[in-house]
């Protein structure tokens, strides 16, 4: 591994421990040497990645708004074009499930996402978290399969918000080590189906 490499490899490290402690202990709780302790390095060493722990919560949020563009590209293709607005969401759902099962620092990623479009939080994370909607492209989709017969009447907008606030939910649950790794998708897009 290339000393590149390595840098890289410890600035996730870095980024993966601030996350977890953020979400355990709180942002305000969470001390920067908690930080370097639990990443195994000096704070000073710590340093010289991060120069505040603002700016490392501004990092991980930048890392997890990365994550959320998975359903705006995917809106966005050709490919889902080609399918149904509740076959695209159920897969979407099904694939997002399935990589937090194997990823589990994505339940912590949507709970801090949503701890810092809070007021109170620092200004630069939270502006950077409110810059992630996924309530308009869902919305877009919703609107689509309306105009299909497919989905209920409604607001797409609020039908969105409502979706994705269970989905917020359910991952918040998953975070707080319930177990509820069988959620099947097809319960959240009962929400959106036409009855």
Known sequence: MTRKEQKEERRKAILMTALNLFVEKGYYETKITDIAQAASM????????????????????????????????????????????????????????????????????????GQVRRAGMPEKAREAARQVDSIEFTAKIIRKGQKQGIFRKGDPKLLATCFWASVQGIMEEMAAGKDLRDIDPEWLMAMLRKE
């Open 42 to 113: 000096s704070t000073g060493l710590m340093f010289h990645y991060f120069e505040s722990k603002e700016e490392l919560l501004l990092e991980v949020v930048k890392m997890g708004a990365q994550g959320t563009k998975a359903l705006s590209s995917g809106a966005d293709s050709d490919k889902m074009k080609d399918l149904p607005p509740d076959v695209y969401l159920k897969s979407f759902l099904t694939q997002m499930f399935q990589y937090a099962n194997e990823q589990p620092w994505v339940f912590n990623m949507f709970v801090l996402m």
